[in-house]
């Protein structure tokens, strides 16, 4: 059987890949890349620029988002889009619309322009060893401010982590970081993003060891930490948020409480799930519509969301007025109900018809909407012991951003900080491990990473995997193989491949093509050789390697064919032998470039 892979634009195997191929940039003076390259305080001192320009980044998307919704929405200058009850029908139909045709006319003739341009900090950490295309993310985010602006229901964090990533993989390209330090500056990007975004340095943080970086090491967690507060400084000074306003008094940690939290995000863990596949669905969905190049798409995607905004205006914008607003005013079942569908297809149509922006903030509303929605009906019949409001939001909300973003120690931390309160994030705690283990056993991605699986990819988390795609058949495999047609008698053989010299022989048929491999134990273990052709001794005719076919494919194949060497063929069709590879050799490689990297990651 064939082995077929995706392929890979690298052939040298080690070499650091790149999203897009691009001209060398610029670089600092030896003197700068020497010091942070050798010094651990040089790269942290890097790590405060980059958050402070995070900081800087995440200010003036903010003020941009809320000056849109003010002018385009008419509403006053502190007031939440999604809070705010008396936005005109004429503006909740048409500011949609217009933003769906603006971003339908970026996306005809400048989108094309960035293709294989557009991979996030996620994606480029996992597959391009932390570079990030400067064009592709302001694209990205001028995007996704536009979805914003125009009352989409999507949140500004995709757009804030796109854009410092891009920063932090900039000044890494002009440093000639390493690999692992280029890894690392991005997630250093990413945490200052989400440290301004919520005022919640340990939130950013955490967000960038788990989401972004996918391990946790002692170097790594100065320049994380010092981007994230530098952040955080920044953002606390040019915006002053407050924390979230939680309705009722704290409940202590009791047998009670543990037992419903960790109800709760069983609860939560099966939501995030459906959540994640309604926006696959709606995807797939709007792909189907192909008229003029699927231009329809957002306009129709801009319609439907205006129908749900006129039903309930808490549906606009990434609805952190809403949230506010729901938490303190006591609503009804019914009212947490109906928001909560609502919000959820005003996502998913959202995202499914190509507006930019992400489920952060929208996985925290709808998680809070759980919470309180299982403490209002619970509250009916078993008022004595039932979840208090604020407990019961707060484990919602971090149950279910942690089933979608996957980040538990990110969304715990995030309760700590938003809300002030101790005894709220002892269940946040519970709630969100049993989420996690939950949506990991059952779904298995979060949803960044789903995505990546609907597009082909196989990134299950932002570990280093870029180099493992490097590695392919074509690196390593030995040109220098014996070759012989298959109609050869095996008595000639026999005199033609000594066993001292000769360990297998590959057959080729007349036309040249592939006809299978012959051991030399095989070959000379006939007594008496009869006069037949090579090729009734011949093995492995159909099992195969293509010269794309990644390393972890090959060992999969050895292990399925149970074969010590396979052959190696230019394509499916003509199946020309081009080198055969040995299993000894590619663990030997695998097992080589693999210490290396954890090297890298653990003893910088």
Same mark, same amino acid.
């Given at each position: 059987?064939?082995?077929?892979?995706?392929?890979?634009?690298?052939?040298?195997?080690?070499?650091?890949?790149?999203?897009?191929?691009?001209?060398?940039?610029?670089?600092?003076?030896?003197?700068?890349?020497?010091?942070?390259?050798?010094?651990?305080?040089?790269?942290?001192?890097?790590?405060?620029?980059?958050?402070?320009?995070?900081?800087?980044?995440?200010?003036?998307?903010?003020?941009?988002?809320?000056?849109?919704?003010?002018?385009?929405?008419?509403?006053?200058?502190?007031?939440?889009?999604?809070?705010?009850?008396?936005?005109?029908?004429?503006?909740?139909?048409?500011?949609?619309?217009?933003?769906?045709?603006?971003?339908?006319?970026?996306?005809?003739?400048?989108?094309?322009?960035?293709?294989?341009?557009?991979?996030?900090?996620?994606?480029?950490?996992?597959?391009?060893?932390?570079?990030?295309?400067?064009?592709?993310?302001?694209?990205?985010?001028?995007?996704?401010?536009?979805?914003?602006?125009?009352?989409?229901?999507?949140?500004?964090?995709?757009?804030?982590?796109?854009?410092?990533?891009?920063?932090?993989?900039?000044?890494?390209?002009?440093?000639?970081?390493?690999?692992?330090?280029?890894?690392?500056?991005?997630?250093?990007?990413?945490?200052?993003?989400?440290?301004?975004?919520?005022?919640?340095?340990?939130?950013?943080?955490?967000?960038?060891?788990?989401?972004?970086?996918?391990?946790?090491?002692?170097?790594?967690?100065?320049?994380?930490?010092?981007?994230?507060?530098?952040?955080?400084?920044?953002?606390?000074?040019?915006?002053?948020?407050?924390?979230?306003?939680?309705?009722?008094?704290?409940?202590?940690?009791?047998?009670?409480?543990?037992?419903?939290?960790?109800?709760?995000?069983?609860?939560?863990?099966?939501?995030?799930?459906?959540?994640?596949?309604?926006?696959?669905?709606?995807?797939?969905?709007?792909?189907?519509?192909?008229?003029?190049?699927?231009?329809?798409?957002?306009?129709?995607?801009?319609?439907?969301?205006?129908?749900?905004?006129?039903?309930?205006?808490?549906?606009?914008?990434?609805?952190?007025?809403?949230?506010?607003?729901?938490?303190?005013?006591?609503?009804?079942?019914?009212?947490?109900?109906?928001?909560?569908?609502?919000?959820?297809?005003?996502?998913?149509?959202?995202?499914?018809?190509?507006?930019?922006?992400?489920?952060?903030?929208?996985?925290?509303?709808?998680?809070?909407?759980?919470?309180?929605?299982?403490?209002?009906?619970?509250?009916?019949?078993?008022?004595?012991?039932?979840?208090?409001?604020?407990?019961?939001?707060?484990?919602?909300?971090?149950?279910?951003?942690?089933?979608?973003?996957?980040?538990?120690?990110?969304?715990?931390?995030?309760?700590?900080?938003?809300?002030?309160?101790?005894?709220?994030?002892?269940?946040?705690?519970?709630?969100?491990?049993?989420?996690?283990?939950?949506?990991?056993?059952?779904?298995?991605?979060?949803?960044?990473?789903?995505?990546?699986?609907?597009?082909?990819?196989?990134?299950?988390?932002?570990?280093?995997?870029?180099?493992?795609?490097?590695?392919?058949?074509?690196?390593?495999?030995?040109?220098?193989?014996?070759?012989?047609?298959?109609?050869?008698?095996?008595?000639?053989?026999?005199?033609?491949?000594?066993?001292?010299?000769?360990?297998?022989?590959?057959?080729?048929?007349?036309?040249?093509?592939?006809?299978?491999?012959?051991?030399?134990?095989?070959?000379?273990?006939?007594?008496?050789?009869?006069?037949?052709?090579?090729?009734?001794?011949?093995?492995?005719?159909?099992?195969?390697?293509?010269?794309?076919?990644?390393?972890?494919? +090959?060992?999969?194949?050895?292990?399925?064919?149970?074969?010590? +060497?396979?052959?190696?063929?230019?394509?499916?069709?003509?199946?020309?032998?081009?080198?055969?590879?040995?299993?000894?050799?590619?663990?030997?490689?695998?097992?080589?470039?693999?210490?290396?990297?954890?090297?890298?990651?653990?003893?910088?």
């Amino acid at each position: 059987m064939s082995v077929i892979s995706r392929p890979d634009p690298s052939a040298v195997s080690g070499a650091s890949s790149t999203a897009p191929p691009a001209s060398a940039p610029w670089r600092l003076p030896a003197v700068v890349r020497n010091f942070v390259r050798n010094r651990e305080i040089g790269l942290v001192i890097v790590a405060v620029v980059i958050g402070l320009l995070s900081g800087l980044l995440v200010a003036i998307i903010w003020h941009l988002s809320e000056f849109a919704h003010a002018v385009l929405f008419d509403i006053p200058f502190d007031t939440r889009l999604s809070a705010n009850g008396v936005i005109s029908w004429q503006r909740t139909l048409l500011v949609p619309l217009g933003g769906a045709i603006i971003l339908t006319i970026i996306g005809l003739f400048y989108a094309g322009r960035f293709k294989g341009r557009l991979a996030d900090a996620i994606e480029a950490n996992a597959l391009y060893g932390g570079r990030v295309s400067m064009r592709g993310s302001l694209l990205i985010s001028l995007q996704t401010l536009l979805s914003n602006g125009c009352g989409a229901s999507v949140g500004l964090e995709a757009g804030y982590t796109q854009i410092c990533a891009a920063f932090s993989s900039q000044i890494g390209q002009r440093l000639a970081a390493r690999r692992a330090d280029m890894r690392l500056l991005v997630a250093c990007g990413a945490a200052g993003a989400i440290s301004a975004a919520f005022t919640a340095p340990l939130a950013g943080a955490f967000f960038a060891f788990e989401v972004v970086l996918g391990a946790y090491t002692s170097a790594s967690l100065v320049p994380v930490i010092a981007s994230a507060v530098s952040s955080w400084l920044v953002m606390r000074n040019l915006v002053h948020p407050s924390f979230l306003q939680i309705p009722g008094a704290p409940m202590p940690a009791s047998v009670e409480m543990i037992g419903q939290t960790m109800l709760l995000g069983v609860l939560c863990a099966f939501f995030s799930i459906l959540v994640m596949l309604a926006v696959a669905f709606s995807e797939r969905v709007f792909q189907r519509i192909s008229i003029w190049r699927g231009a329809l798409r957002l306009v129709i995607g801009a319609l439907l969301l205006s129908g749900l905004a006129l039903l309930s205006p808490t549906v606009l914008g990434s609805g952190h007025g809403a949230m506010q607003l729901l938490l303190i005013t006591n609503p009804t079942w019914l009212m947490l109900l109906t928001t909560l569908i609502l919000k959820t297809l005003a996502s998913a149509i959202s995202l499914g018809a190509g507006f930019r922006g992400g489920l952060f903030f929208a996985s925290l509303m709808l998680g809070s909407l759980m919470g309180l929605l299982y403490s209002t009906v619970v509250g009916q019949y078993f008022p004595d012991v039932a979840l208090q409001p604020g407990t019961a939001a707060v484990a919602g909300m971090v149950a279910l951003g942690t089933g979608v973003i996957g980040a538990p120690f990110s969304m715990i931390c995030l309760a700590l900080e938003l809300t002030g309160d101790f005894w709220v994030t002892i269940g946040a705690v519970v709630a969100a491990s049993t989420s996690a283990l939950i949506v990991r056993e059952l779904f298995g991605y979060s949803f960044a990473t789903w995505r990546f699986h609907l597009r082909g990819e196989t990134i299950r988390g932002p570990q280093d995997i870029g180099w493992v795609k490097q590695i392919s058949a074509a690196t390593l495999m030995r040109t220098d193989f014996p070759t012989a047609p298959a109609d050869l008698p095996i008595v000639e053989a026999q005199k033609l491949f000594p066993p001292a010299r000769v360990k297998q022989i590959v057959l080729r048929h007349a036309d040249g093509s592939y006809a299978g491999i012959v051991g030399s134990a095989e070959l000379h273990g006939l007594v008496e050789a009869a006069d037949v052709p090579l090729e009734t001794l011949a093995q492995q005719q159909d099992q195969f390697l293509l010269p794309q076919v990644t390393v972890r494919d +090959i060992l999969a194949t050895f292990d399925r064919t149970e074969a010590d +060497i396979l052959v190696v063929i230019d394509n499916a069709e003509d199946r020309r032998a081009i080198g055969t590879v040995s299993e000894a050799h590619v663990l030997r490689t695998y097992s080589t470039e693999l210490e290396r990297r954890n090297q890298e990651v653990f003893f910088r």
